[in-house]
């Protein structure tokens, strides 16, 4: 029999299928873990190390009568109360209050050689770490660097006599911004690199791989204990390395304590803490950094006399070096330029860290039009710059609140007071300063902020770096004469050039025979880690970035 039936199979969908929004949910949720599992397995890990004593306002200490890295000599109490045999020894004090702060043993040749096969034996294993490892490594680092940022500034202002403004400015900021471009960009110059192949081999692929050295070497200056200790160790064991580190002999008490947070973070992160060494000694005992075979590269940042040591040191094993050195930046002001605008940009680049400052303003080329504006300004605003320590007593009876901390020692007093002699000699009018500051409640090593006009581009005071808080004033007619004078020096670390027509700025900055050039502004590139750092002619090679 048969049967003719139609048979509807439409069947209408009275709701979306469950299968959908269960997968999606599955999904939202691997994802949610593995975000989880990576967050936790790369967050900051937390770590303390005690803040020294001696950075507190109340601190207590034996005041040394002309201070100097030597005073223990002078005066035997000055020693640890069981000194080492046959070892030299390191004085440390704080320069704007003569304050002792310790007495350390100075590295000999063979403390410096048992570092560095240290440093050797760590990185083996280290440079088996990935990328995350050491950006997890980073990322403990800035978060602690963040939250003590003010301790940090204190034992920077203890142990060289700058401000905590120019300690927040100069270490803090500056160290952040190297940690965080590492964490969000080193991976990328680092990784491997595919290359372009010409005609003959196009069916095959080219790679360029970057490498592990080993142990690189940094030798820093004192001028800025934090940032120049951490930024070469950060970038050195980052790219996979092991570091050993010779601070300034100036900068021991503090540098130790800085190295010393970064080997309590490999430790708390797990990882070999000898990887980073920090060598202090005098520089008689340096050759043995700088001619070890060891040593893969050698950053230094210093003056130019000890750079070319350090260079021929380093021929012996034929070792890579780095140079920053010294420089006489100059600050181009173009005609028209808004002088109160910029004269606080102007006072800072120049009196900055009681100008001992790389890139710091060592001369200002002004306009005819406007050569007695500045000098005016200049001379007015110097005079009322307040010196002092960041770190006072409240019995002190001193208003704590200062403008221009202490240079490092007054050794250099005499040089810089001789150079200004001679610059008055040959027509330069010091308007304001010219000679060490007594302060009437510290003893400490100030030297008045100083200005000088009618300075001649040639004589001695505008062709050498003088590393102090001294303002030179030189006066243009035209542009091409003031590009003459920036360019007519040895050096060509950094510039400015200030002016309302930014067009014309850029064209200026251009012909400047320099490594870098801030526009409108003072050494604001330094900030800018993915920009090179570096100078010509005589202010180095090569690129500390």
């Known amino acids: 029999m048969d049967y003719d039936q139609d048979y509807d199979y439409d069947y209408d969908d009275e709701g979306m299928s469950f299968t959908f929004p269960l997968l999606i949910s599955f999904a939202l949720g691997i994802w949610l873990v593995y975000t989880r599992y990576h967050s936790v397995r790369n967050r900051a890990i937390p770590f303390k190390i005690r803040a020294p004593e001696a950075i507190g306002n109340d601190f207590e200490s034996t005041k040394i009568e002309d201070p100097g890295l030597d005073s223990h000599l002078r005066d035997p109490k000055l020693l640890p109360e069981i000194p080492a045999e046959g070892h ?9 209050t003569s304050l002792h702060l310790g007495t350390f043993i100075a590295d000999d040749g063979a403390d410096i050689q048992s570092k560095i096969e240290q440093a050797r034996i ?7 770490t990935t990328f995350s490892e050491r950006r997890r490594v980073i990322r403990s680092l800035n978060k602690w660097l963040v939250d003590n940022q003010e301790t940090c500034a204190r034992v920077a202002a203890r142990d060289t006599g700058k401000t905590l403004l120019d300690a927040a400015l100069g270490e803090i900021i500056v160290t952040c911004s190297k940690a965080d471009w590492l964490i969000n960009h080193g991976e990328r110059y680092l990784k491997p690199e595919s290359r372009s192949n010409n005609f003959l081999t196009f069916y095959k692929s080219a ?18 204990p934090l940032h120049n200790a951490w930024s070469p ?15 300034s002999e100036h900068v021991v008490w503090s540098t130790l304590w800085f190295v010393e947070a970064i080997r309590t973070c490999l ?17 008689d005992n340096a050759e043995a950094l700088t001619t070890s075979p060891t040593i893969r590269h050698i950053t230094f940042i210093g003056s130019e006399d000890v750079g070319r040591k350090v260079v021929q040191a380093a021929t012996t094993h034929l070792t890579p070096v780095t140079l920053e050195l ?7 002001l173009l005609p028209s330029t808004d002088i109160e605008k910029y004269s606080s940009i102007l006072m800072r680049g120049v009196f900055q860290n009681a100008g001992q400052n790389c890139i710091g303003i060592e001369r200002i080329i002004v306009h005819s ?10 001379t007015q605003r110097a005079a009322e710059i307040r010196l002092g320590s960041a770190l006072l007593k409240p019995t002190d009876g001193v208003i704590p609140t200062v403008d221009c901390g202490s240079m490092l020692s007054s050794n250099r007093f005499q040089h810089i007071v001789r150079v200004l002699e001679t610059a008055q000699n040959h027509g330069a009018i010091v308007e304001q300063g010219g000679s060490p500051h007594k302060h009437t409640f510290l003893d400490g090593a100030y030297f008045e902020p100083t200005v000088v006009g009618n300075v001649d581009p040639q004589s001695e005071i ?4 003088l590393f102090a808080p001294v303002a030179l004033i030189l006066k243009y007619d035209t542009i091409e004469e003031a590009i003459d004078i920036a360019n007519g020096t040895r050096y060509g670390l950094g510039a400015s050039v200030f002016g309302p027509d930014q067009e014309q700025c850029v064209k200026i900055a251009q012909q400047l025979q320099c490594g870098m050039v801030s526009i409108n502004d003072f050494a604001v590139y330094y900030l800018n880690q993915d920009l090179p750092f570096g100078g010509t002619k005589m202010s180095g090679y090569g690129n500390c970035h």
């Not at 790679?207 to 800025?224: K, T």
């Not at 505008?462 to 770096?465: L, P, R």
Request: proline share 5%; glycine share 8%.
């Open 122 to 128: 760590a990185q083996l294993s280290w440079r088996q």
């Open 88 to 96: 030299g020894y390191i004085t440390s004090f704080d320069p704007a």
């Open 233 to 247: 160790i950060m970038a050195s064991i980052f790219a996979g390395n092991g570091v050993v580190l010779k601070c």
């Open 326 to 332: 010294g420089g006489k930046d100059p600050a181009i």
């Open 462 to 465: 505008a062709q050498f770096e």
């Open 369 to 378: 039009s406007q050569y007695e504006q500045v000098l005016q300004m200049f």
């Open 207 to 224: 790679e360029v791989h970057f490498e592990p050295l080993g142990v690189v070497a940094a030798i820093v200056s004192w001028n800025y």
């Open 267 to 283: 430790d708390v992160c797990g990882y070999d803490k000898e990887l980073v060494q920090l060598v202090c000694c005098y520089p």
